[in-house]
């Protein structure tokens, strides 16, 4: 989390390697670009610090193929972070978002996960 400018600082997490390389999807060779509303990209917010990329893909892959898993390491206050979810298709990430957003706990007394579809390029506002 970036203050005053939110997850997403207009390179994503790591431009070169990561997410979405200056808004124009995952770096390597392209897929999932940006503004695909197919897309099978997800973010998934209140995660405890702790959470590891194992615990995080048996959750998810209840709901579909997962193709890439990233977790940020929590820069918030309250100590919790946050992580990225790729699906094969858009509709197992549609699945996941209406079955987990703020009705599941990933860990006891962690509070409910957020499930979003991740940010498309060029929607991200003037940051």
């Not at 600082?9 to 124009?24: A, E, M, V």
């Not at 917010?45 to 390491?73: R, S």
């Not at 007394?109 to 979003?116: E, F, L, R, S």
Request: proline residues 2%; neutral net charge; glycine residues 20%.
């Amino acid at each position: 989390w970036d203050s005053g400018k939110g997850w997403d600082s207009g390179k994503g997490w790591d431009s070169g390697k990561g997410w979405s390389d200056g808004g124009k999807g995952w770096s390597d060779g392209g897929k999932g670009g940006g503004g695909n509303t197919n897309s099978g990209r997800l973010f998934v917010g209140n995660l405890p610090a702790d959470i590891t990329t194992e615990a995080l893909e048996y959750v998810f892959k209840a709901y579909g193929a997962v193709q890439k898993t990233h977790v940020m390491a929590g820069k918030s206050k309250s100590g919790q972070c946050c992580a990225f979810v790729e699906y094969a298709t858009g509709e197992e990430a549609e699945t996941a978002v209406q079955t987990l957003h703020e009705k599941y706990e990933i860990k006891p007394g962690a509070g409910m996960i957020m499930v979003k579809r991740a940010r498309s390029e060029g929607k991200g506002g003037p940051y």
